[in-house]
């Protein structure tokens, strides 16, 4: 019985129920095994189910053999020195920027960090933004002065007519004026409609002062974005400021819209406060730990 019992788990159901008619044959107390033999071989004798094929559509196509040279063999490559050349990376970091970029952006941090005052803020935060910048700039393209070709025209023209003894017609035209001595002296003597200035003029010192003195004046005025947007106005590369004494009568309605606004977003607006203080990234999150510990701290104090 031992030997039959040991078979029970064997490595093969045929060693198994060779065993188990052996002891089958040895005595009577083996019948014991009898029913457990016969559904043993009942589950064996058992007809396995059939499982249908894959229908052909499901079947996927076995992808091609690969092609491969005996002739040559598979290496890995090794990026050391005289060895294949290094994958392509982001090298932006490694650039050396010329001078003047990284002075720009040496000057854009600074102005971030440091606390700026309200005068020089202005410049920074409050310029106009695209949709009024580009009304302001459709009026002024209306009143561009002459550029050379023009000017030489028009002297051409006056020089034929005096030759025919006519009288030429000197009217004056209305036109952007620029230069910031003639602001200047347009704003003090009330002329001036309104002014546009340049927020990246360099040395800023140059205009600084307009704003105040157009507010105490009560000239109406705007900080825009670009010196050299003002420039393309008046043919020139760059321009401080811009300046409009009068318009046409079509655009007096124009004109006044964007009167009101510059008055009400600049003339009359709210107080400028100061700028700047503002930390980086890796300070930011150091602040942020620290004031994380401490709160820890005071609770677990709390708690005590």
Same mark, same amino acid.
């Given at each position: 019985?031992?030997?039959?019992?040991?078979?029970?788990? =064997?490595?093969?159901?045929?060693?198994?129920?060779?065993?188990?008619?052996?002891?089958? &044959?040895?005595?009577?107390?083996?019948?014991?095994?009898?029913?457990?033999?016969?559904?043993?071989?009942?589950?064996?004798?058992?007809?396995?189910? !059939?499982?249908?094929?894959?229908?052909?559509?499901? *079947?996927?196509?076995?992808?091609?053999?690969?092609?491969?040279?005996?002739?040559?063999?598979?290496?890995?490559? /090794?990026? $050391?020195?005289? =060895?294949?050349?290094?994958?392509?990376?982001?090298?932006?970091?490694?650039?050396?920027?010329?001078? #003047?970029? %990284?002075? &720009?952006?040496?000057?854009?941090?600074?102005?971030? %960090?440091?606390?700026?005052?309200?005068?020089?803020? &202005?410049?920074? /935060?409050?310029?106009?933004?695209?949709?009024?910048? &580009?009304?302001?700039? @459709?009026?002024?393209?209306?009143? *561009?002065?002459?550029?050379?070709?023009?000017?030489?025209? *028009?002297?051409?023209?006056?020089?034929?007519? %005096?030759?025919? $003894?006519?009288?030429?017609?000197?009217?004056?035209?209305?036109?952007?004026?620029?230069?910031?001595?003639?602001?200047?002296?347009?704003?003090?003597?009330?002329?001036?409609?309104?002014?546009?200035?340049?927020?990246?003029?360099?040395?800023?010192?140059?205009?600084?002062?307009?704003?105040?003195?157009?507010? !105490?004046?009560?000239?109406?005025?705007?900080?825009?974005?670009?010196?050299? %947007?003002?420039?393309?106005?008046?043919?020139?590369?760059?321009?401080?400021?811009?300046?409009? /004494?009068? +318009?046409?009568?079509?655009?007096?309605?124009?004109?006044?819209?964007?009167?009101?606004?510059? !008055?009400?977003? #600049?003339?009359?607006?709210?107080?400028?406060?100061? =700028?700047?203080?503002?930390?980086?990234?890796?300070?930011?999150?150091?602040? @942020?730990?620290?004031? *994380?510990?401490?709160?820890?701290?005071?609770?677990?104090? +709390?708690?005590?």
């Amino acid at each position: 019985m031992e030997r039959g019992f040991g078979y029970i788990f =064997g490595p093969s159901a045929q060693g198994f129920l060779f065993q188990c008619s052996k002891d089958v &044959q040895l005595g009577s107390a083996a019948f014991r095994w009898a029913p457990l033999v016969t559904r043993l071989l009942a589950g064996l004798q058992a007809p396995k189910k !059939k499982v249908a094929p894959t229908p052909a559509v499901a *079947r996927k196509a076995a992808a091609p053999a690969k092609v491969v040279n005996p002739l040559y063999e598979k290496r890995n490559k /090794t990026f $050391g020195l005289g =060895g294949a050349p290094p994958p392509k990376t982001d090298l932006h970091r490694f650039v050396k920027w010329p001078k #003047y970029v %990284r002075l &720009q952006r040496q000057k854009r941090v600074l102005s971030m %960090r440091l606390k700026v005052p309200p005068l020089i803020n &202005q410049f920074v /935060t409050k310029s106009l933004d695209k949709n009024q910048a &580009q009304t302001v700039f @459709k009026l002024l393209m209306k009143y *561009r002065p002459e550029d050379k070709k023009e000017k030489r025209d *028009r002297l051409k023209t006056e020089a034929e007519a %005096r030759v025919a $003894g006519k009288e030429a017609d000197k009217k004056k035209p209305i036109v952007v004026k620029y230069g910031i001595n003639h602001i200047t002296n347009l704003v003090e003597s009330g002329k001036a409609q309104m002014v546009i200035i340049a927020h990246d003029v360099d040395p800023l010192e140059l205009v600084v002062w307009l704003p105040a003195l157009c507010k !105490k004046m009560g000239v109406p005025y705007a900080i825009v974005k670009g010196k050299a %947007r003002l420039g393309a106005v008046v043919h020139k590369k760059t321009a401080t400021a811009l300046a409009l /004494t009068s +318009v046409k009568n079509e655009d007096q309605r124009e004109l006044s819209k964007i009167v009101d606004t510059f !008055k009400a977003q #600049y003339n009359d607006g709210p107080r400028i406060n100061w =700028g700047g203080h503002i930390l980086g990234p890796k300070s930011q999150v150091k602040t @942020k730990q620290r004031e *994380r510990a401490v709160a820890k701290e005071l609770a677990q104090r +709390v708690g005590i």
